[in-house]
């Protein structure tokens, strides 16, 4: 292996803020969820169904979306089932597979707690960036997963 | 409760972005620490054991700076203890309670790790930003890390 490319010192001060900085936000987010009777992994399930048309995807999308592996999705919607939130729908001429639809129940849960959720995301993070930054990050962020990308088959 | 404060689509686009960012950057990184034999959570604890005088700290010290709480670093110490790359010291005089010392296995276990791992936050972070967007990124994560102290405790 040749040298180590360590970071130098700006770049480790930026890089320890960042993760910091994304440990503390999972860490308020994460409460606020919890305050409304979800869990950062209900949420996460529940954003791409509430958006979808007729509030339903298939299992494939749906792991695609949020980039969990198999068997995360599949425990994470047996927990969802019992409570309520979503109902499965098999469709036995269909290869394709498993189709996720969010219930009364989930829609509910959500709306109810999106409101709270939007507020912490204003209050801890967008509401302290000017618009120059929001489009610097978003530039960031979409450089990122090109590499990523470019890098090998995403992720889980 | 006043209306919601949605995002905007500008704002919305950015957190997706962000998140996502933050998601398959986590994956890829937990795939080379996997690697390397070593959990995010090993990782996150050798670091600073690494850099403290002596290779030693207090269990309350280390909680602090990697923002968790007491029973997930309790647990987490339990296994690197089994595994050897930390030992506990009790001081029976001191009420400041447990040292945590980095073993001599957990500091051959963090050098064979830290060069992988620093060519990874590189390869698929860090080299991808200008100077610029370095100081952006770090201006904006300790902007974030004030309000939320400011906010309250620091989670955790």
Same mark, same amino acid.
């Given at each position: 292996?040749?040298?180590?490319?360590?970071?130098?010192?700006?770049?480790?001060?930026?890089?320890?803020?960042?993760?910091?900085?994304?440990?503390?936000?999972?860490?308020?987010?994460?409460?606020?969820?919890?305050?409304?009777?979800?869990?950062?992994?209900?949420?996460?399930?529940?954003?791409?169904?509430?958006?979808?048309?007729?509030?339903?995807?298939?299992?494939?999308?749906?792991?695609?979306?949020?980039?969990?592996?198999?068997?995360?999705?599949?425990?994470?919607?047996? #927990?969802?089932?019992?409570? %309520? &939130?979503? =109902?499965? /729908? !098999?469709?036995?001429?269909?290869?394709?597979? $498993? @189709?996720? #639809?969010?219930?009364?129940? %989930? &829609?509910? =849960?959500? /709306? !109810?707690?999106?409101?709270?959720?939007?507020? $912490? @995301?204003? #209050?801890?993070?967008?509401?302290? &960036?000017?618009?120059? /930054?929001?489009?610097?990050?978003?530039?960031?962020?979409?450089?990122?997963?090109?590499?990523?990308?470019?890098?090998?088959?995403?992720?889980?």
């Amino acid at each position: 292996m040749t040298d180590p490319r360590w970071l130098n010192e700006r770049e480790q001060r930026m890089w320890r803020a960042f993760r910091d900085m994304n440990r503390r936000l999972e860490a308020v987010m994460g409460r606020q969820l919890d305050e409304a009777g979800l869990s950062p992994a209900d949420y996460s399930l529940l954003v791409p169904l509430s958006e979808a048309p007729g509030r339903r995807l298939r299992a494939r999308e749906l792991r695609r979306g949020i980039g969990w592996d198999r068997s995360r999705l599949a425990h994470q919607m047996r #927990r969802m089932e019992q409570r %309520g &939130l979503i =109902a499965r /729908e !098999e469709c036995p001429g269909d290869a394709r597979g $498993t @189709v996720i #639809r969010l219930t009364g129940e %989930g &829609l509910r =849960a959500i /709306e !109810e707690a999106a409101p709270g959720h939007a507020e $912490t @995301v204003r #209050r801890h993070f967008v509401d302290l &960036l000017t618009d120059e /930054e929001i489009d610097t990050l978003t530039a960031i962020a979409d450089r990122v997963l090109r590499r990523i990308a470019a890098d090998g088959r995403p992720p889980g």
